[in-house]
């Protein structure tokens, strides 16, 4: 196994050991500490290079770390390939927001996400002249999805399926939302496609748990002070599913 250096890497001051094999991975370095001081026991500080602030704790008795990855594809694809080439991490779940596109999706709703269709290249094998399938760890979707069971009440509902991560956060093209509506897609957001590539490319396990913030179709959206409180269902089931039993 490939070590980080004593000092840390490029972006991540930790040093071998302060990460657990279990990371949860919002995109905010705000939802990551509110993550580990509401979530976490004994949580400490390991990382804030860049202000990307990153919590090392147990969950249920067992270690467990939370990451913030940045904005976009190109930033997850950096953070995630960091932690499972050099702190042996070897699950990762990411917690974040999205925006739904079928009527079916409300806010407030959470998406698991089974695939990640994507106009980035992170997915492309130019020399092989093919685009990978962008997919989660099969072991983590189904236990994620038995986690969403029994939802509490008054929660929103829960849903499977693909999304779509972009590199253009201000998108305006109805004729895609169309498309990728008509082929079941159920959410627009940035960065789970370069999650999958990176955990494919390093054989690791990841996921993608979303909480829908916004409706592209209707406009609707969650305050900012919303969208910092309305995860924690999304961060359970995500929990669940770094749990369950190898």
Do not use: K
């Not at 657990?20 to 804030?48: N, Y």
């Amino acid at each position: 196994m490939t070590h980080a250096p004593s000092r840390g890497t490029p972006h991540i001051a930790a040093v071998p050991g302060d990460f657990a094999p279990l990371v949860l991975m919002p995109g905010d370095p705000r939802r990551a500490r509110r993550i580990a001081e509401t979530f976490l026991d004994d949580a400490r500080l390991v990382t804030d290079v860049r202000g990307i602030l990153g919590y090392t704790g147990t969950h249920r008795g067992r270690p467990m770390s939370v990451l913030a990855s940045g904005m976009g594809i190109p930033s997850m694809s950096i953070y995630a390939t960091e932690l499972l080439r050099h702190y042996g991490v070897r699950r990762i779940v990411r917690v974040g927001t999205a925006g739904a596109i079928p009527a079916s999706v409300a806010l407030r709703d959470v998406v698991i996400a089974s695939a990640a269709h994507t106009d980035s290249g992170v997915g492309r094998l130019p020399d092989a002249g093919i685009s990978l399938s962008l997919t989660p760890s099969h072991q983590l979707l189904g236990a994620a999805v038995r986690a969403a069971h029994d939802p509490p009440p008054g929660s929103g509902a829960v849903h499977v399926g693909a999304v779509f991560s972009t590199d253009h956060f201000y998108l305006d093209r109805p004729a895609v939302l169309d498309a990728l509506e008509s082929r079941g897609t159920l959410a627009v957001e940035m960065e789970a496609a370069g999650l999958y590539a990176v955990a494919a490319a390093e054989g690791a396990q990841a996921l993608a748990v979303l909480t829908a913030s916004d409706h592209v179709r209707t406009g609707e959206e969650l305050s900012a002070a919303e969208r910092e409180t309305c995860f924690e269902r999304a961060v359970r089931i995500a929990a669940a599913a770094l749990l369950a039993d190898d």
